[in-house]
Nanobody, 125 residues
């Protein structure tokens, strides 16, 4: 069993930065692929970034590439999403997810079986 708790969301002006964190409890964190997803108002949930269990492999959606950075600290059981140069279109609820079955970088949403409650990110223009 893995429990995920996100933090760090908030209101920021366009061009600003936020750092999201996701604290995980459970023995499988250090061997799990971890991902950040988001759901904007009226849209489907979409992938943002993914990181392998070792941290050596990452994936970014084209819309955030070059602006967002995913990282993890297995000793602290935490995964981060550094978001720079934020745009109004980044406004969404951001979710942290863990895959108990896959450690390599996985981008398929259905392979993630644990989800956090979400944290709201609002970017004003």
């Amino acid at each position: 069993q893995v429990q995920l708790v996100e933090a760090g969301g908030g209101l920021v002006q366009a061009g600003g930065s936020l750092r999201l964190s996701c604290a995980a409890s459970g023995r499988t964190f250090s061997s799990s692929s971890m991902g950040w997803f988001r759901r904007a108002p009226g849209k489907e949930r979409e992938i943002v970034a993914v990181i392998s269990w070792s941290g050596r492999s990452t994936y970014y959606a084209d819309s955030v590439k070059g602006r967002f950075t995913i990282s993890r600290d297995n000793a602290k059981g935490t995964v981060y999403l550094q978001m720079n140069s934020l745009k109004p279109e980044d406004t969404a609820v951001y979710y942290c997810a863990a895959s108990s079955r896959y450690g390599d970088r996985v981008v398929e949403e259905y392979k993630y079986d644990y989800w956090g409650q979400g944290t709201q990110v609002t970017v004003s223009s």
